[in-house]
């Protein structure tokens, strides 16, 4: 039962446009959301976070979106770059368990 | 200056034999983590350690063991090796128990034949 769902294994924008990507989590205790980046090969790296008493992060040209009613957030990346072509793991904790669950990821591909 | 290392990258293997796979962090955190990768792409945590003692423990069969020699360090021992174990295993570090931002190793690619 998997409590943190990424339904779009794939993505593939355009050099300079927005990436969209999104999340649905099924945990109502959840209370902090993540976003993870990941290279072949590498080992997934932090990218941008969220507490769920906000609704928006913003860090540069990354901004995390939470809409806790419908239990989904999204990570918007404006503008798009070649160099953002990885995979990205949506993942989330409640606190005072220490586990942080994550999705099956999404593989974003920037084409020049 | 790599700041969570495991070794070794690639493990392959028969079924039956024992493995272990090590994890080295030098960032000076105090809880360490495995999580495992398996063939759906989900990264499943497995274990967790806090200054050397076990606060998680998902339901993984007793043939894992991790161990964790001082806070810096966290091996996985694996024994009678089945082909269900094949998987790419990842260490992490954070600085804390509840989790924050977790730091990744680059994984260590176990096949079983």
């Known amino acids: 039962d998997q409590q943190v769902k990424q339904n779009s294994p794939s993505l593939s924008v355009q050099e300079g446009r927005i990436s969209i990507l999104n999340c649905d989590y099924t945990n109502s205790m959840f209370d902090y959301f993540l976003w993870y980046k990941k290279y072949p090969a590498e080992g997934p790296t932090f990218l941008i976070s969220?507490?769920?008493?906000?609704d928006k992060n913003e860090d540069g040209r990354f901004t995390v979106f939470l809409n806790k009613s419908a239990k989904h957030l999204s990570l918007h990346i404006v503008p798009s770059q070649p160099g953002d072509s990885a995979v990205y793991f949506c993942?989330?904790?409640?606190?005072?368990?220490?586990?942080?669950?994550f999705g099956q990821g999404t593989t974003l591909q920037v084409k020049p | 200056d790599t700041a969570v290392s495991q070794t070794p990258k690639y493990l392959v293997t028969q079924m039956g034999n024992d493995k272990s796979i090590k994890c080295e962090q030098n960032l000076g955190h105090d809880t360490m983590y495995w999580y495992k990768q398996d063939s759906k792409k989900f990264l499943k945590i497995m274990f967790s350690?806090?200054?050397?003692?076990?606060?998680i423990n998902e339901t993984v069969p007793n043939r894992f063991s991790p161990k964790s020699p001082d806070k810096a360090h966290l091996n996985l021992h694996i024994n009678s090796l089945e082909l269900g174990d094949s998987a790419v295993y990842f260490c992490?570090?954070?600085?804390?128990?509840?989790?924050?931002?977790?730091?990744f190793g680059e994984g260590s690619r176990l096949t079983v034949l």
């Open positions: 993942a989330a904790s409640e606190s005072n368990t220490g586990k942080l669950i």
């Open positions: 350690y806090n200054n050397k003692e076990l606060i």
């Open positions: 992490a570090s954070s600085q804390g128990r509840h989790t924050g931002e977790l730091f």
């Open positions: 969220i507490s769920s008493i906000k």
